[in-house]
DNA sequence: TTGTATGCGTTATCAT
DNA sequence: ATGATAACGCATACAA
């Protein structure tokens, strides 16, 4: 890699000429200027961003932590995070956490040396369910910023991007109950440990309080895959009244159109079925399952450039951004 | 941040010697390498990786370009990648091409400034269909080994870690003609411009040539959503005597067994459908899709074993690995 | 207008 | 066993 000091030997002038030519600094004259472009440019020099980094103390880089990337959620969040870090001039350094507390753990304090200017993660499932997050405040108190989407820590004054995931289960539960005319609302869930699933619950339970009916929940937790649909076909079976289905994660809906198609019920004339989805989720399900869509895109945005924010300006205020989801139906419910 | 310098003087010894009692220098003695290890444990001290890597001229750190983190591959990749890297100390900065060339081209070249040690990509839709590569030939004469995977450019020379998508396909399609004894073999594909669509056309082809089959292939070039369903429900109308689907992607396999149930056929007594997949695919088809399971967490993992090998052995030979995909079938099938 | 000197935090070489 | 010094590549305050 050519560096100042090849440039500067090559012109038979000093370094620091170099670097105020190359940064267009007005005390240099138009003539050296120009020639140590065309020499730079002949070189393809760019300037070594670690010394750049080292000499500023600023990274232009954002430490990202998933607990997954094959969720779609997630994945989609990733897209929208590194769209506005480019936009932004900042790069980002991404983390799985895989769901466990030790890869989080390892992964926040490896980056904790300087590689990073602050952090956008969403807690791993482990963490959240031990409830053990000590290693989330460290991090603030050593200085570095952090912002949470999706999955949060209450207790943990940060700035957040979250989800309305209480509201838009129970707007969508009150959908099904007025709009659809349904009573016997079956919610499946195999996230009933997280946060976000907790919430959801509680959207549903009080929208059929409210409307003084029967809550109805088939908890999978975290089943793995062929017993998932074993579960939802045996409970469909057993329960024939069931004329609805709101499916709080973003698969066990597609799973329940499929398995109440193969006991041969009308969709969505006998059973809506709602789940949460993204962008491709609808192109999978025939017939269309109807889906909360959460902006997961703009979500990755928004908390990119708050992050981004609160780095560039220390005394920032906290704040919560709440992305509203959007109910998107059936095309063929009226 | 904690430095050398802050534990130096705390400690009222030199830079020096507490950078040697940290690295566990035998040249210290045991009682001050005991004395500054405490201070350092006690002020959290870790050293600055920008510096290390100023010092060392290696950043420990890949760069991946992907095309796209909502494909399933590709993210079940980048999960593979994550993972090796990790357990090599390695980080990884991630950027997305969104299939265009120009995005590709910024990020291989901002990256190319010391920020990393090598890169691990999948050439953008764009670039491949415009074969427009000469960014990835400046970044290996720039001396910055890139690994290629998937999507290759045939004349670059570089690591490349690929799909047998001639072979599995060819393999699938006489599976299908020898024990299923399908006679009528369509092929449905959204992804006829890529390197990869194009051989995995060509196994197909080759395989029915050589059973005097006739080849029906339906292009869907990149189509959006809803028109994909509309497209291939009018051509499984139209056409009642396939009685075999072959797609060569992630998702129109999905589609076609929810159009064909739509039609009335029987699956998979009348119509076999073979598609390509992931983790969760077949989880969201009911019957259940066969599919080509490309090993995508392993195409990540070796990717980046070879990467590293390349990095740390500068006169390493090229080389290029073909992962194996495995054909699961639909259980129901014998 | 150009050049010299210093420092970012670390490691390595060479004194003491 | 410990310390002083230089160097990685860059930016900038200060001389000239």
Same mark, same amino acid.
């Given at each position: 890699?050519?560096?100042?000091?090849?440039?500067?030997?090559?012109?038979?002038?000093?370094?620091?000429?170099?670097?105020?030519?190359?940064?267009?600094?007005?005390?240099?004259?138009?003539?050296?200027?120009?020639?140590?472009?065309?020499?730079?440019?002949?070189?393809?020099?760019?300037?070594?961003?670690?010394?750049?980094?080292?000499?500023?103390?600023?990274?232009?880089?954002?430490?990202?932590?998933?607990?997954?990337?094959?969720?779609?959620?997630?994945?989609?969040?990733?897209?929208?995070?590194?769209?506005?870090?480019?936009?932004?001039?900042?790069?980002?350094?991404?983390?799985?956490?895989?769901?466990?507390?030790?890869?989080?753990?390892?992964?926040?304090?490896?980056?904790?040396?300087?590689?990073?200017?602050?952090?956008?993660?969403?807690?791993?499932?482990?963490?959240?369910?031990?409830?053990?997050?000590?290693?989330?405040?460290?991090?603030?108190?050593?200085?570095?910023?952090?912002?949470?989407?999706?999955?949060?820590?209450?207790?943990?004054?940060?700035?957040?991007?979250?989800?309305?995931?209480?509201?838009?289960?129970?707007?969508?539960?009150?959908? =099904?109950? $007025?709009?659809?005319?349904?009573?016997?609302? &079956?919610?499946?869930?195999? +996230?009933?440990?997280? /946060?976000?699933? %907790? !919430?959801?619950?509680?959207?549903?339970?009080?929208?059929?309080?409210?409307?003084?009916?029967?809550?109805?929940?088939?908890?999978?937790?975290?089943?793995?895959?062929?017993?998932?649909?074993?579960?939802?076909?045996?409970?469909?079976?057993?329960?024939?009244?069931?004329?609805?289905?709101?499916?709080?994660?973003?698969?066990?809906?597609?799973?329940?159109?499929?398995?109440?198609?193969?006991?041969?019920?009308?969709?969505?004339?006998?059973?809506?079925?709602?789940?949460?989805?993204?962008?491709?989720?609808?192109?999978?399900?025939?017939?269309?399952?109807?889906?909360?869509?959460?902006?997961?895109?703009?979500?990755?945005?928004?908390?990119?450039? =708050?992050? $981004?924010?609160?780095?560039?300006?220390?005394? &920032?205020?906290?704040?919560? +951004?709440?992305?509203? /989801?959007?109910? %998107? !139906?059936?095309?063929?419910?009226?």
């Amino acid at each position: 890699m050519t560096t100042l000091k090849e440039l500067a030997a090559l012109l038979n002038i000093s370094v620091s000429t170099v670097s105020k030519a190359l940064n267009d600094s007005h005390e240099i004259s138009e003539n050296t200027r120009i020639r140590v472009k065309e020499l730079a440019t002949k070189l393809n020099y760019k300037p070594n961003r670690i010394a750049q980094q080292l000499k500023t103390n600023k990274t232009k880089t954002i430490g990202v932590i998933l607990p997954t990337v094959t969720n779609p959620f997630f994945a989609e969040v990733l897209h929208g995070i590194e769209m506005a870090a480019t936009n932004n001039d900042y790069d980002i350094i991404v983390c799985l956490s895989n769901e466990t507390l030790h890869k989080e753990k390892r992964s926040l304090e490896l980056l904790s040396n300087g590689s990073v200017d602050g952090f956008i993660m969403a807690v791993a499932r482990e963490s959240q369910v031990k409830n053990e997050t000590s290693h989330i405040k460290d991090t603030i108190n050593n200085k570095l910023p952090v912002l949470m989407f999706d999955r949060v820590v209450n207790d943990i004054d940060c700035n957040k991007v979250i989800v309305d995931d209480f509201k838009s289960v129970y707007e969508a539960t009150e959908h =099904l109950i $007025i709009n659809q005319h349904r009573k016997n609302i &079956l919610l499946v869930s195999n +996230i009933e440990e997280l /946060s976000v699933g %907790k !919430l959801r619950i509680e959207g549903y339970t009080k929208a059929l309080e409210d409307h003084n009916l029967k809550p109805e929940i088939l908890k999978l937790d975290n089943a793995v895959d062929l017993d998932v649909e074993k579960r939802i076909y045996n409970y469909l079976k057993e329960n024939v009244a069931i004329d609805a289905i709101l499916s709080v994660d973003h698969v066990t809906g597609i799973v329940a159109i499929n398995m109440a198609k193969k006991l041969g019920r009308n969709i969505p004339e006998d059973l809506s079925v709602v789940g949460f989805g993204y962008e491709h989720t609808q192109l999978l399900s025939s017939p269309k399952i109807s889906i909360i869509h959460q902006k997961a895109h703009k979500i990755g945005e928004m908390s990119t450039k =708050l992050l $981004i924010d609160t780095i560039n300006d220390e005394d &920032l205020k906290w704040q919560t +951004i709440v992305v509203p /989801s959007e109910l %998107k !139906l059936n095309e063929s419910v009226k």
